[in-house]
């Protein structure tokens, strides 16, 4: 059995690294500017700047697009060294600059018009509901994203992807048959062109209801033996079956009304410090970003460790449903070796970052799994 190259996971520990510093450093970049929107100096500057915009739902729009375009300029570079010089250097990307900001700018549309139409609704729910807006928010905030989700394979995927129906019928064959023993219903099976961006390999069980569908990366059919895939594809399968997104719908849900309801308290008192108007006022938007950006990194380990044990019972699921635990070791171990995922990572690194147990962790486990028969 192939195993973890140590020589490589100091590679992989060296490429974790750095993509993690440039996303902090982003972060912060991000924190510093909102704190500068906060000063003084500033407050008064934009109140100048947009005092000719009467309706509050075009100053809005406005305000936020100009802060959300401003935060995008100021971390571009952070970006482009997370998302391209790095996976560049690390061999695992060959897409052209051209390519690369086409997909950044196109993010930041899809961005920009989820952003706007949270925005707009948030404001309008403060404006008929003085003490229940924070409920009334989350509300929102939780079937917008149900929806999201159920939209995404149809609308957001296409328009970074090209997508086409898998042709191989056996391999279709045996992923209906593990549907069938999962007891999904899968819409479609289709091969999405991850190639063209990066080399790794990727699949997943998206969408929900009418629009789910089995998405297998070009990367996972060309480097993997049919064994693999269906092992990579039954730890998918479990996702579905067990309703792990719906699950982690509800737990953001959760978590969103929590940290709104805090925000709801706590607002007063920041507002009174920082001196930036209540919560209904847009200027104080950059307060109300910040203090919610808080309480999500405060959160977020929460929501890591129920991921990851979702992710553990999906594991758990692939080697009971393909009855094949050597291919999914050998999946991990190639996930390991050959696209540096950092295998054993400190305990504090998994509670901060990881959303998935570490790959050496999903070896040993399923090492010990119960031989099929
Ligand atoms: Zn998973």
Redesign the pocket.
């Known amino acids: 059995m192939k195993l973890i190259n140590n020589e490589k996971q100091k590679k992989a520990k060296r490429y974790f690294f750095s993509k993690l510093y440039f996303e902090t450093f982003a972060s912060l970049t991000a924190v510093v500017l909102l704190f500068l929107l906060l000063t003084p100096y500033a407050q008064n500057l934009q109140r100048n700047l947009f005092s000719a915009i009467e309706l509050p739902l075009i100053l809005r729009s406005i305000y936020f697009a100009a802060v959300f375009l401003l935060m995008k300029i100021l971390t571009f570079v952070f970006s482009y060294f997370e998302g391209f010089r790095t996976e560049h250097k690390f061999g695992f990307s060959k897409q052209t600059f051209g390519k690369w900001a086409c997909d950044y700018i196109k993010s930041f549309f899809v961005s920009l018009v989820i952003g706007l139409i949270a925005i707009n609704v948030f404001y309008y729910l403060i404006g008929i509901s003085e003490n229940l807006w924070w409920l009334w928010t989350s509300v929102f905030i939780f079937i917008f994203t149900s929806l999201l989700q159920r939209l995404a394979p149809v609308l957001l995927i296409p328009i970074f992807y090209r997508l086409e129906p898998v042709e191989d019928d056996d391999l279709k064959q045996s992923l209906i048959c593990m549907a069938a023993k999962a007891g999904t219903k899968i819409v479609e099976i289709l091969k999405i062109f991850l190639g063209d961006k990066t080399k790794k390999p990727n699949a997943a069980v998206t969408g929900l209801g009418k629009t789910r569908r089995m998405l297998l990366g070009d990367t996972l059919i060309e480097n993997y033996e049919p064994g693999e895939i269906q092992a990579v594809m039954a730890?998918?399968l479990s996702?579905s079956m067990r309703s792990h997104i719906p699950k982690l719908l509800f737990i953001d849900g959760f978590i969103s009304l929590v940290s709104l309801y805090i925000l709801f308290r706590a607002f007063p008192l920041i507002s009174r410090v920082l001196q930036v108007g209540q919560v209904d006022i847009v200027y104080s938007l950059p307060a109300v970003m910040l203090f919610l950006g808080i309480l999500n990194f405060i959160f977020k380990p929460f929501a890591l460790m129920l991921s990851r044990s979702f992710?553990k019972q999906?594991d758990r699921d692939a080697v009971e449903l393909s009855g094949m635990p050597e291919k999914f070791i050998s999946v991990m171990t190639s996930f390991a070796n050959d696209y540096l995922s950092y295998a054993a990572p400190p305990k504090m690194i998994k509670w901060l970052y990881y959303t998935?147990p570490p790959v050496e962790e999903r070896i040993l486990r399923a090492q010990s799994a119960p031989e099929n028969p």
């Open positions: 730890h998918e996702h992710e999906a998935h």
